[in-house]
C-alpha cells in the first residue's frame, strides 16, 4: 500500500465535549506543615487543547481539514482554545454560552510527574444550546469525509441519535469515542473505541481474547455497530468486527506519558476511514500512532510523515520496491532520532567480493546504508547494449540479502544526482580514484552539512574483469 498517494486531505467534524488542559509546572523541595502534601512552587503554566479539542489536534497535525463542534464558555479559557486550535487551521464552531464556563483541566505537575489534577467544569446542556449544535453540525456535515463523535460524558452529545442519522444519510463514517454508559446512544456508529474499562462496563468482564470476542460481538449486535476496537493499553487493542476478531499488540517501545493516547487512536483512525483505508489496516495505522504518541510527555500529537515512516518500518520488505517518498520519509524519521544514513551508488550488476567488502566498509561510517542502483535502461546507456547481465530485480534482490545493507532504491536517470537531494544522506561514499568534486551529489552533501568519504575498491575485482575472464574461458 502507498500511504504517500492514497493519504489525502480530507475533511472531517469533530463533534463532543471541548476542554482546555491546564498545566501548572513547578519545583517540590519541601512537605506543607498544614498536611502531608508536597508544595510546589509554580514557575510556569502551559495551555492544551483538550477532550474533543485534541482529537481536533490531532487531526490536524496529520494534514487534514477539520471543522470542530461544541460548546464553551464566553470566557478565557475559550479564548485560549480558539487562539490555539485556530493557529492549527482548525474551523472552530462554538456554540458559546454566556450561562457556560469553559471546561478545564488542571494538572499540577513537578519534576515531570503529575501531583493533582482539579477539574471545572459543569456538565449539563440546555435544550437550546443542543438544538444550536445540531443546526451547526446540519449546516456542514454534507461537506464531510468522516465524522468523529467524542464523548466525554459532559452533556454535549446525550442527542447523539441525530447526529448518527444525519452522519449515515450522507453515507459517512462515524468514529465514536464512548465515555457515557448508555451505549444505545451510540446505536449505528460505524465503529465505538472503548478503553478496556468502558467495555467491561457495558459488555462484562473478561480474562481471554477469546472471551472478549464473545462479548463484542453481542454488543455489535445489540447497537448495530459495524466494529468494535477495545483499546487495551500494554495489551495493544482488540478489533472485533462481524467476521471476526484481530488481536494487535502495542507498537509502544518506551512509554512515557499516555495522556491523550485515547484522542491519537480516534483522530488516526477517523482519517485512516475518511481516506477509504481498509479497516484492519485503520487499526494498525492507529496503532503505530499511539505507540508513537506515548513516548512523548503531556498531550501530544502524531504527525503524517512520523505516522508513515513508523508504519514503513515494520511493513516493509526488504525486496519491496522502495519509491524515493517512502525512503525519504523512513530516513527522515530516522535522522531525527540522531541516526546517521549513509549512501552509496553504482550498478553492481555483477556482485562480488570486492562490492561486499566496500559496501560492509560503508555501513560502519553510520546507522544505516542506502544503495542507489541504476535500473536497467540506465545501465545499458551508460555501460553499453549488452548490459546490464542482471535484470534490476535480481540486482536488488542479492544487494538486500547482505546484513550490511538496510535499503536499496533504484533510480532511472544516468546518475544520482537528484534522488541524493532528495534522501539527503548524512555521508556519501564512492569507491574508487575518484576526487570529491568529481563524485556526483558531493557538493550538494556538502553545502548541506554532510560529509563525503572515498573508499577503495578491492584491488583486482570489477565486474568487467569478470566479464572478460568468462568470455576467455
Avoid at 527522515?332 to 550498478?347: A, D
Amino acid at each position: 500500500m502507498n500511504l504517500h498517494t492514497q493519504l489525502q486531505k480530507k475533511h472531517i467534524i469533530v463533534l463532543g465535549d471541548i476542554m482546555l488542559d491546564r498545566y501548572w509546572h513547578g519545583s517540590t523541595s519541601r512537605i506543607s506543615p498544614e498536611a502531608p502534601v508536597p508544595v510546589v512552587k509554580i514557575e510556569k503554566e502551559s495551555l492544551h487543547p483538550g477532550g474533543a479539542a485534541n482529537v481536533a489536534l490531532n487531526l490536524s497535525a496529520l494534514g487534514t481539514k477539520v471543522t470542530l463542534i461544541g460548546i464553551t464558555g464566553c470566557d478565557s479559557d475559550s479564548d485560549a482554545l480558539l487562539e490555539q486550535l485556530t493557529a492549527h487551521n482548525i474551523n472552530c464552531q462554538f456554540i458559546r454560552d454566556e450561562s457556560t464556563k469553559t471546561i478545564v483541566k488542571l494538572r499540577v505537575i513537578s519534576q515531570q510527574q503529575q501531583l493533582i489534577r482539579a477539574d471545572f467544569e459543569e456538565p449539563t446542556v440546555s435544550c437550546k444550546l443542543q438544538a444550536q449544535l445540531q443546526q451547526t453540525f446540519d449546516n456542514i456535515v454534507q461537506t464531510a469525509d468522516a465524522v468523529v463523535l467524542s464523548d466525554y460524558a459532559k452533556g454535549c452529545l446525550r442527542p447523539c441519535q441525530a447526529y448518527i442519522k444525519s452522519a449515515k444519510l450522507h453515507k459517512l463514517p462515524i468514529i465514536t469515542d464512548p465515555k457515557s454508559s448508555d451505549w444505545s446512544l451510540y446505536d449505528g456508529s460505524t465503529i465505538i473505541t472503548p478503553n478496556t474499562p468502558e467495555f467491561t462496563n457495558i459488555a462484562g468482564s473478561f480474562e481471554t481474547s477469546e472471551q472478549l470476542e464473545l462479548l463484542a460481538h453481542s454488543v455489535l449486535k445489540q447497537h448495530h455497530l459495524d466494529a468494535i476496537l477495545v483499546t487495551r493499553g500494554a495489551k495493544g487493542m482488540s478489533l472485533v468486527t462481524t467476521d471476526g476478531c484481530t488481536h494487535i499488540p502495542t507498537k509502544a517501545y518506551e512509554v512515557f506519558d499516555v495522556t491523550g493516547a485515547g484522542d491519537t487512536v480516534v483522530a488516526t483512525l477517523a482519517f485512516a476511514l475518511a481516506n477509504k483505508i481498509e479497516l484492519k489496516t485503520a487499526v494498525s495505522l492507529s496503532n503505530f500512532a499511539a505507540g508513537i504518541v506515548v513516548g512523548k510527555l503531556g498531550t501530544a500529537c502524531v504527525t503524517q510523515k512520523e505516522l508513515i515512516a513508523s508504519y514503513l518500518n515494520h511493513n516493509l520488505n526488504k525486496n519491496d520496491l522502495l519509491t524515493p517518498e517512502a525512503l525519504h520519509t523512513i530516513i527522515h524519521h530516522k535522522q531525527l532520532s540522531g541516526k546517521t544514513i549513509v549512501m552509496t551508488n553504482g550498478c553492481f550488476d555483477l556482485l562480488h567480493s570486492g562490492h561486499i567488502e566496500y559496501l560492509e566498509a560503508a555501513r560502519q561510517l553510520g546507522d544505516y546504508l542506502v544503495v542507489a542502483i541504476n535500473d536497467d535502461a540506465s545501465v545499458k546507456r551508460l555501460k553499453g547494449d549488452s548490459r546490464p547481465i542482471n535484470t534490476i530485480t535480481d540486482r536488488i534482490t542479492a544487494l538486500n540479502a547482505l546484513a550490511c545493507v538496510d535499503w536499496v532504491i533504484s533510480f532511472s536517470e544516468d546518475t544520482p544526482q537528484q534522488l541524493i537531494e532528495h534522501l539527503s544522506p548524512n555521508i556519501l561514499v564512492k569507491g574508487g580514484d575518484y576526487k570529491i568534486e568529481n563524485i556526483v551529489g558531493a557538493k550538494w552533501v556538502l553545502e548541506h552539512g554532510g560529509q563525503v568519504k572515498i573508499m577503495p575498491f578491492k584491488k583486482g575485482y570489477s565486474t568487467s574483469a569478470l566479464l572478460e575472464k568468462i568470455i576467455k574461458k
